[in-house]
């Protein structure tokens, strides 16, 4: 799907816990992520700071969107 | 029995008989006794040689902590000496596959122990392995263990054996990237023109030297201004609204669906849950967008970081989905996307 989505020029960052898969599957833009059932999230924090930890992550991704890259970029 | 060769074996949480998705955090641990598919594997070796032991791992466990798995696995190896190391089979299953995949891959190229393992062609674990593991193709699902096993049986009955492996043809293994010289009747130039006048009579013909397909997409140009960017939230994390009403498939899916969230700060449950049947939705169904992070991206817009969230969030199963159905889902969303202007998308994945 990531390569498909980009294949029309559209930026696309793919957050992901097994990042091997992201390569495979031909992501550019990869973010790992913190577990496969909860990749932006962490039970095992407090609310307030499993929140902040999303935010980071999903900063990290969107400025990710927005940098220059020629070829496969893990954003960590 | 004493005298034959020995086979270790490698299993997941499901197939170690510990449990389903609810187990898929389990530490790697080793077991003397033979479980699951290791058991019915003797029994096909002919009588020379015996499974020494099953190593289970939790398939989430893992992917989430490779390096220390894959030293506790190399290590038990090491202690066990196998003549053979036996992975799987593991089908479609993506976390199990690139297990099997990075152990099979370790076993060889570290300890030089021979590996046999079973995977669907398009097992995401495919690639790393295929090259140094005998991986025999099998369905996409675990109705193909009967085929699946006696295949694998007899490659790692013919390695503890030091017997010669025929071609991926005769044995049933995924081509491994290698050429050998055979003898064979007629000379090039002869086979060549046959080949040649085939082709020019439009008949089909068989080409002695496959090309590798390359199929990579060129990173897209980075957003200029993301203050002014409409991004668009994408997951194969099976998020759907409550109720799943465009009845998404919760494993090989078939469709995909998007959902009006201009209204909505987040994904929050009870409204939306996850219909994903490849991980523990526990978590998911707390609070979705732990999967699925639409309540950041609306923060990051009324910040005036963004410049948009799309109006729309689209969604799917990606567990045992197949390649060709994935790349159909991309090409519809992303032509909406296209045509709705969206600048950067991000799409999470289980």
Not at chain 1, 15 to 21: G, L, P, V
Request: glycine share 10%.
């Amino acid at each position: 799907m990531v390569k498909e989505i980009e294949r029309y020029g559209i930026p696309i960052v793919h957050m992901a816990t097994i990042t091997t898969i992201s390569e495979s599957v031909g992501a550019n833009r990869i973010v790992p992520t913190v577990a496969i059932p909860h990749p932006v999230g962490n039970p095992s924090l407090k609310s307030e700071d499993e929140k902040i930890m999303r935010k980071a992550m999903v900063k990290r991704a969107v400025d990710a969107l927005a940098t220059e890259i020629s070829e496969v970029t893990h954003f960590e | 029995m004493s005298d034959g060769f020995k086979v270790l074996y490698y299993v997941n949480q499901f197939f170690g008989q510990i449990g389903g998705e609810d187990k898929a955090g389990m530490k790697p641990e080793f077991h003397s006794e033979k479980i699951g598919p290791a058991l019915g594997f003797e029994q096909l070796l002919k009588g020379e040689g015996q499974v020494v032991g099953t190593i289970i791992c939790g398939d989430n466990y893992f992917n989430e902590n490779k390096e220390e798995s894959l030293e506790y696995i190399l290590n038990l190896v090491k202690q066990e000496a196998p003549d053979v190391f036996v992975a799987g089979p593991a089908f479609n299953a993506g976390r199990y596959g690139v297990a099997c995949a990075e152990i099979s891959r370790a076993v060889a190229e570290e300890l030089n122990i021979p590996v046999v393992t079973g995977m669907y062609i398009e097992n995401p674990g495919l690639d790393t392995c295929k090259q140094v593991a005998y991986v025999v193709s099998t369905s996409d699902n675990a109705g193909g263990m009967r085929k699946a096993l006696p295949a694998m049986a007899n490659i790692a009955y013919k390695l503890g054996k030091g017997l010669e492996i025929g071609s991926p043809e005769e044995e049933g293994y995924i081509a491994r990237g290698m050429r050998k010289t055979i003898i064979v009747e007629k000379r090039g130039s002869l086979r060549a023109v046959e080949m040649l006048i085939k082709r020019l009579k439009g008949e089909e013909f068989e080409t002695e030297m496959p090309m590798p397909v390359f199929d990579v997409v060129e990173p897209a140009l980075a957003i200029k201004d993301l203050s002014k960017a409409t991004i668009a939230l994408c997951t194969s994390g099976g998020i759907v609204p409550a109720g799943n009403p465009d009845r998404i498939q919760s494993a090989s899916a078939q469709k995909w669906g998007k959902y009006d969230v201009s209204g909505r700060d987040a994904l929050n449950a009870p409204d939306f849950y996850t219909t994903h049947g490849g991980y523990d939705p526990v978590y998911a169904n707390e609070i979705p967008d732990r999967v699925a992070p639409l309540d950041i991206l609306k923060e990051l817009q009324k910040e005036g970081y963004i410049g948009n969230v799309y109006e729309f969030f689209y969604t799917t199963t990606g567990t045992g989905t197949s390649v060709s159905n994935a790349v159909k889902f991309g090409t519809e969303i992303g032509k909406e996307l296209k045509e709705a202007g969206v600048d950067g998308v991000i799409l999470t994945s289980t």
